[in-house]
């Protein structure tokens, strides 16, 4: 799932992309309110995280955007101004929920997942499915016949990544920014250091085999060619 964060403010908005790209959701970062809006009227959000106090136009300002383009992904405001006016002004322009800061982010993560559930997607496009696996991304749960695999964040938003393009070959370069929100160094091999970990407790000791290298190009995971 993938998430736009909308927050001037450097240390912020640093704490905040890096805590849920760990939780293991995608993050685009927009630094004012021109961007953010930008970012959100171009891009597929399933959240927007948004600031009131930016640069350029404000929060409320994005946020009407947003409902006036007919986008209605869930919308949680993060704001240093608590009072009463400031919350309800939020929700009556469309906002979800209202979070004050300081905040704590196990606080904002539960909230986050939370409008995600509410978010009117149906049962069926809170999993992934290929074959006999399938993810849960509401619960971050993973099983293949039944069994449940246990990934670290990083593993899970990669097996998401490729799930959500499963047939397609998947570049190292496209991989790197998607799921380490890096450029590829082609001196590291991290990108294949954790598809073979993946691998191992996705396909070994299962049938069929779902994640393959596509050499001098990529990953791809395509059920159809291995049964």
């Not at 570049?171 to 790197?176: D, Q």
Request: glycine content about 8%; charged content about 30%; proline content about 2%.
């Amino acid at each position: 799932m993938k998430i736009l964060v909308v927050e001037d403010e450097l240390k912020t908005g640093n704490f905040l992309k890096q805590g849920l790209l760990e939780a293991g959701f995608g993050v685009d970062l927009a630094r004012d309110g021109d961007d953010g809006l930008h970012y959100a009227l171009t891009d597929a959000y399933d959240l927007v995280v948004l600031d009131v106090m930016l640069p350029g136009i404000d929060g409320w300002a994005v946020l009407q955007g947003i409902r006036k383009s007919g986008k209605d992904m869930p919308v949680l405001f993060l704001s240093a101004r608590d009072q009463v006016d400031d919350r309800v002004r939020g929700l009556e322009l469309g906002a979800d929920d209202y979070l004050v800061k300081p905040f704590a982010f196990s606080e904002l993560l539960a909230r986050v997942r939370t409008l995600l559930r509410r978010g009117g997607k149906t049962t069926e496009s809170e999993f992934l499915r290929a074959a006999n696996l399938e993810l849960d991304l509401m619960r971050r749960r993973v099983s293949r016949s039944g069994k449940r695999i246990d990934l670290t964040a990083k593993e899970f938003a990669l097996l998401e990544l490729l799930l959500r393009r499963q047939g397609e070959v998947l570049p190292r370069s496209l991989i790197a920014s998607q799921v380490w929100d890096m450029n590829f160094d082609s001196d590291t091999n991290v990108i294949e250091v954790a598809v073979r970990r993946l691998r191992a407790k996705m396909d070994d000791g299962f049938e069929p085999k779902l994640i393959r290298t596509v050499r001098g190009m990529g990953y791809v995971l395509e059920a159809s060619e291995c049964d």
